[in-house]
């Protein structure tokens, strides 16, 4: 199994920045895409940005532009760079690993969240 961390939420201003950490342990080695979801209240969790084993990553279009995934491999951390933040970003972050096990998808792996909110 994998075990993530996440770290870096807070209260920030519109316009302002925040940087949201996931630290993965365990089975680090059958982790084939790391991603962060958000969830804001009275809505469904939703796909915020990816990246895989190779480094490509992906956007919610929402995300685009302003945000940015990436990873830090010796450290088994990925990032969420969150720039120019607005009010409708307010959310509980979660970090997700997609794990394999002989080749076969393993159920997805989540961090307790992070809560993010955004003043106008």
């Known amino acids: 199994q994998v075990q993530l961390v996440e770290s870096g939420g807070g209260l920030v201003q519109a316009g302002g920045s925040l940087r949201l950490s996931c630290a993965a342990s365990g089975r680090i080695f059958s982790i084939s895409v790391m991603g962060w979801h958000r969830q804001a209240p009275g809505k469904q969790r939703e796909l915020v940005a990816t990246i895989t084993r190779a480094g490509s990553t992906n956007y919610a279009d929402s995300a685009k532009g302003r945000f940015t995934i990436s990873r830090d491999s010796a450290k088994n951390t990925v990032y969420l760079q969150m720039n120019s933040l607005e009010p409708e970003d307010t959310a509980v972050y979660y970090c997700?690993?997609?794990?394999?096990?002989?080749?076969?998808?393993?159920?997805?792996?989540w961090g307790q969240g992070t809560q993010v909110t955004v003043s106008s």
């Open positions: 997700n690993a997609v794990t394999y096990r002989d080749l076969a998808r393993q159920p997805d792996s």
